[in-house]
């Protein structure tokens, strides 16, 4: 038998084990035979097409590990690698009727959402390779379903530690369902536990149903010897909106596949990332807004800081379909190169099949904004520190939206880390 | 409101039936290049090039982006036509026809009035050509290629081929392999001219191919400005005109290089245009592309010198089913060089008009400054653009500002002129007027009247 057989059919045997509905398991089936055959994507000016960006290995169960006490407060789920330590929800949530729960549980008690939500509307499964082998493959996961008019004041907070101790690939699902009218915020944590070689395939897809409003803020620090396929993507209907807020401090190599589909008529979708490339790490980002839907809006706000040897390729793509009258794509991408060794790229592009219309781009490179840091200097700080400081301000669009001020605490030392290690290799290059 | 007149039909789309002396005939293959070579005695080490860019040319795959153009008959095409055994330095001398068709398109008299010198290549050859005096006695070498290459070998064989090698694309291979005609300038050291050198470019029979070779050095401390123009008749049957220009700017040297491309609709245009800039040059393109039914170009400048400097203005106009996908490649290699791109482009009836860009900062751009703007108007929901920039970072000590737009014509813009008792016509056409004067400003004169003229009247019909 060849390795891709002996593999399905150990997916085979783990489905049946966990006792995963029919429709699931056909699927899985399909999407075996169909990966082999579908290409993998492509982004413009990102080459990762020869990194081991396909799971292999996806099947050992993660080896107990202790929970954080500290992850687990307020609405929270905690997991690591097929482990779901904790999962706890406030009496709001159950009095709302909210479902939470691991991708387990959601197959066997929730079949019914995930068949009509799942891989078919945000994520189609059979688009590439990645989507195909993603299915095929799916081991983990999470599911939120946000009924009808209900409106959370606390934000659902979930910590996702791919674990890589054992040199497992991770492959995991987040489905995010906020019903008509429904409104909430959710913070997704991710990172790495281990450092053993491993490949990780993430896909996150949210449904917004009419005039819902989801504030996604998603930080991702996943570890150097990780190589990941991250995709999250909005499918909007009428009126509904989602503010997504990213921060990608990973340390590995990562692509980064984010897109809103506006499908409905003024639906929203407010996309802002903030990305750090530090070592020898080589980050592809590419955005896409689709606007379907008339008087849609979508903005793109992306800023990257480039350190060491390091690459960060931002493609911005805002693309406007014949009909979406009175639609507006807006982008800005910003970069900051601190490196001479490094390298940047900032692709904006627009396509637009429609007239009546607004659309407009605007990219900028350079250096850090000297003013400033002659002002800050000015009042007695160091250059390096004054440096750290005008960058902070600079990745401030993503920090001032996470709604959790330890987790925003816990990400600006993160940063400072990030760039104390760049401005070390500049001063030691140089 | 009114219906307006959309009447009148391309300008320029008439033909002449005049007989070529000497044709290779329809179709490609290696007895042809040899052909071609052998009827312009050429030498040994140009017959060799040509026939390696042949091989590649049938290797190479076509372009993996852009247009389809699965529809472009390259087996049908007439590649060499030669249309008189001498090349006229009078006017008098021209054949009569071919004299009538210039005659109208306005090119002696444009000459008498303002340029330094003019030549005219009507399909593959060059068919007259005048230099003024004064200006032929600083020393400037202004002739056809094929003219060049039997009269300073050297000089061509230094420079040929070596900015856009015959494998940068399929349709360089092609022009590698069976080039004819095209302008040759050198302007030496410390010679400066003001006064613009033009060259007229123009396909009569259908189905024709017209391989153009520019090649044009200006030395140290020299300036030189040269305008070329294109037309040809209207066909059922698609002609080809796939031009390869080279541009060497010296140290302290300046070129501007401005084309009016007003192909008709049945001309693939695809070119490749490349300049090179040492210390403290300065390339200028300006490119107006209003005709053709497709176009492919994307002039470039390699920055290879300290303070050297690029600027690229543009304006693309695709009317009805023309589709205009151009844009520029700025390739910063060395310190403190500056470049500017800015690009306006039109679209209605179903023309598609395309920006695809290409910025570079390389690991010695030190000090060096990019700026682009696109800016689009799309005049109504049959039309459609893209706008697809790629900007490259090296270096860490460099700044790049980018800016783009897609709209529709401006209704505050409108409501404005039309509250002030203009009819919504003249106002739209005023506002698109306004829209390129940032590049009909920089033309001679001449062109610029002429222009606007020709927007005018692609404009016409366009509002009712």
């Known amino acids: 038998m060849s390795d891709l057989k002996v593999l399905e059919q150990s997916v085979i045997d783990f489905s049946n084990l966990k006792k995963e509905p029919g429709w699931f398991q056909k699927l899985r089936k399909a999407a075996f035979t169909k990966m082999t055959m579908l290409e993998l994507p492509s982004f413009e000016k990102i080459r990762y097409q020869r990194w081991p960006i396909i799971p292999k290995q996806t099947l050992l169960e993660s080896r107990k590990v202790e929970l954080d006490q500290k992850r687990a407060v307020g609405n929270t789920v905690v997991q690591v690698g097929s482990r779901t330590l904790s999962l706890k929800l406030t009496n709001e949530l159950k009095q709302k009727n909210v479902i939470i729960c691991d991708w387990e549980t959601a197959l066997i008690e929730h079949s019914d959402l995930i068949q009509k939500y799942f891989m078919t509307k945000a994520v189609k499964w059979d688009a590439d390779r990645l989507t195909a082998a993603h299915l095929a493959q799916l081991t983990s996961g999470l599911f939120i379903y946000v009924p009808r008019n209900v409106e959370l004041d606390e934000p659902i907070t979930s910590y996702l530690t791919q674990d890589a101790r054992d040199g497992q690939d991770y492959v995991h699902h987040v489905l995010i369902v906020a019903a008509e009218n429904s409104r909430f915020s959710y913070l997704e944590n991710r990172d790495t536990l281990g450092n053993e070689t491993t490949t990780a395939n993430i896909i996150v897809e949210v449904i917004a149903e009419q005039n819902s409003h989801v504030k996604f803020a998603g930080v991702d620090q996943l570890g150097e010897t990780t190589t990941a396929y991250i995709n999250r993507r909005g499918y909007l209907l009428d009126n509904a909106k989602i503010d997504w807020s990213i921060g990608l401090l990973n340390d590995g190599n990562i692509i980064g596949d984010f897109d809103s589909d506006l499908i409905g008529a003024g639906a929203h979708a407010d996309v802002k990332v903030v990305a750090i490339s530090t070592g020898n790490q080589i980050q592809g980002i590419d955005t896409r807004v689709t606007n379907y839907g008339k008087h849609s809006i979508g903005q793109i706000l992306q800023h990257g800081v480039i350190l060491s040897r390091s690459t960060l390729t931002f493609n911005g793509i805002g693309h406007i379909i014949k009909g979406a009258k009175g639609a507006n794509a807006q982008q800005e991408s910003r970069v900051l190169m601190l490196s001479t060794k490094a390298r940047g790229d900032a692709n904006p592009i627009l396509l637009i099949d429609e007239n009546d219309v607004q659309a407009g781009h605007a990219a900028s490179v350079g250096r850090v904004n000297q003013e400033q840091l002659y002002y800050l200097m000015s009042r007695g700080l160091h250059k390096e520190g004054a440096e750290r400081l005008v960058i902070r301000g600079f990745l401030g669009p993503v920090l001032t939206a996470i709604p959790a001020a330890d987790v925003r605490e816990r990400l600006i030392e993160t940063i400072e880390g990030k760039l104390i290690n760049g401005q070390k290799f500049e001063k030691v290059s140089r | 409101m009114k219906e307006l007149d959309v009447g009148g039909e391309y300008e320029y789309g008439f033909k002449d039936d005049f007989e070529p002396i000497y044709s290779t005939g329809r179709g490609l293959t290696e007895a042809t290049v040899r052909e071609i070579s052998a009827a312009k005695n050429e030498p040994e080490w140009m017959l060799d090039y040509r026939l390696r860019a042949f091989a590649l040319y049938e290797k190479m795959p076509m372009p993996s982006f852009g247009p389809d153009l699965s529809q472009l008959d390259l087996a049908n095409m007439r590649y060499f036509q030669r249309a008189s055994d001498t090349i006229a330095r009078d006017w008098d001398d021209v054949p009569d026809k071919i004299k009538e068709t210039f005659d109208r398109l306005g090119v002696p008299e444009a000459e008498r009035k303002y340029l330094a010198g003019s030549s005219a290549q009507y399909e593959s050859e060059v068919v007259y050509h005048h230099m003024r005096e004064d200006f032929e006695k600083l020393g400037i070498i202004f002739m056809d290629t094929d003219s060049a290459l039997q009269e300073y070998p050297e000089l061509v064989k230094q420079y040929f081929g070596k900015l856009v090698p015959a494998s940068n694309n399929k349709f360089s291979a092609l022009n590698s392999a069976v080039w004819s005609g095209g302008t040759f300038i050198y302007v030496p050291k410390g010679v400066k001219t003001e006064v613009p050198i033009q060259s007229y470019f123009r396909i009569n029979a259908e189905n024709t191919g017209q391989f153009e070779r520019t090649l044009i050095i200006v030395d140290e401390g020299a300036s030189v400005n040269y305008v070329e123009g294109c037309t040809a008749p209207n ?74 400097h690029g600027t690229m203005l543009s304006i693309a106009f695709a009317g009805g089913n023309i589709i205009q996908d151009t844009g520029a490649k700025m390739i910063h290699n060395a310190k403190k060089t500056t470049s500017s791109i800015v690009s306006k482009s039109l679209c209605k009836d179903g023309g598609r008009v395309d920006y695809r860009g290409y910025l570079k900062f390389g690991r010695h751009s030190d000090g060096s400054f990019a700026h682009v703007e696109c800016d689009t108007i799309i005049m109504d929901d049959q039309s459609a653009s893209d706008t697809i920039p790629f900007n490259e970072i090296l270096n860490g000590n460099v700044s790049m500002e980018h800016e783009a737009k897609v709209s529709k014509i401006s209704e505050e813009q409108l409501y404005y002129l039309m509250s002030r008792g203009i009819s919504e016509a003249k106002a739209t056409e005023m506002i698109v007027m306004g829209f390129v004067e940032p590049f009909t400003k920089e033309l001679p004169m001449e062109y610029a009247v002429e222009l606007n003229r020709l927007i005018e009247y692609q404009m016409e019909g366009s509002v009712g």
Request: with cysteine; proline share 1%; glycine share 6%.
């Open chain 2, 235 to 308: 066909y059922s049957a698609d002609s080809l005109h796939a031009a390869v220009v080279e541009v060497n700017v010296m140290k302290d040297a300046y070129c501007r290089y401005t084309t009016i491309q007003n192909w008709s609709d049945n001309v693939y245009s695809l070119e490749t245009k490349r300049a090179r800039a040492l210390e403290n040059a300065t390339m200028e393109w300006v490119d107006g592309n209003l005709g053709s039914k497709v176009t492919m170009k994307y002039p470039s400048i390699y920055l290879d010198g300290q303070g050297a």
